[in-house]
């Protein structure tokens, strides 16, 4: 939602790059404070167990890392 505001003009958002990335590209949105970036913060992918986990959430979670990891 505040990607949406910002991107239609309602004011400024504070997004972390990994979302706002593809809106920078396409100059949807403007960087406004170029040298300050949002601090890291912790994410977790929770689930039972390895052994048992079928390949698809296999696939989701290193999808989810891959991603993630080259946010910061």
């Known amino acids: 939602m505040l990607q949406a505001l910002a ?3 309602a004011g400024v958002a504070a ?6 990335r ?3 590209r396409a100059g949807e949105l403007l960087r406004v404070l170029p ?3 949002l601090p890291a913060a912790p994410a977790w992918a929770v ?3 390895r052994r048992l ?3 698809k959430t296999r696939a989701f979670v ?3 890392d891959a ?3 080259g946010a910061g």
């Open 67 to 69: 991603a993630l990891s």
């Open 53 to 55: 986990m079928p390949a």
């Open 22 to 24: 593809d809106a920078l």
């Open 47 to 49: 689930f039972p167990g």
């Open 62 to 64: 290193d999808m989810l």
């Open 15 to 20: 997004l972390p790059d990994v979302f706002a």
């Open 35 to 37: 040298d300050w970036c």
């Open 7 to 9: 991107r239609a003009g």
